[in-house]
């Protein structure tokens, strides 16, 4: 997996998370999120008003916690305070590993 580094600034508008699809079956999954640490705008985007979206593909364990992150697209300026996040993320725990589609929008307007 890439590592990611680099000054961070203020908070992200995060909105949303989709279906999750897991297994030989592509059967959809809910994965509800207990805890959601939102990603930190970084400041220099900002300030020059620069938004985007990222969309990341999260491979949930079991227990909830998050293993693994794959980028599926977006403004790869905010790649890495996406990345950071997620990884903080937490997940009701099941009876096997799933994958979680996730879209995080940054927005300069947003509180």
Known sequence: ??????P??????VIGLMAAVSGANAQV?????IKKIPPEYPAVLKEHR?????????IVKADGSVKDI??????PALVEASVKAVKQWKYAPMDRET???VTIQ???NAS
Not at 8 to 13: D, E, Q, Y
Not at 29 to 33: D, I, P, Q, S, Y
Not at 50 to 58: A, E, F, M, Q, T
Not at 70 to 75: K, L
């Open 1 to 6: 997996m890439r590592k990611f580094r680099g």
């Open 8 to 13: 961070l600034g203020k908070s992200a508008c």
């Open 29 to 33: 999954v809910e994965r509800k999120l």
């Open 50 to 58: 620069i938004h985007g979206i990222v969309r990341l593909s999260v």
């Open 70 to 75: 794959v980028v599926i697209g977006g403004n």
């Open 99 to 101: 994958t979680v589609e």
């Open 106 to 108: 940054f927005d300069p």
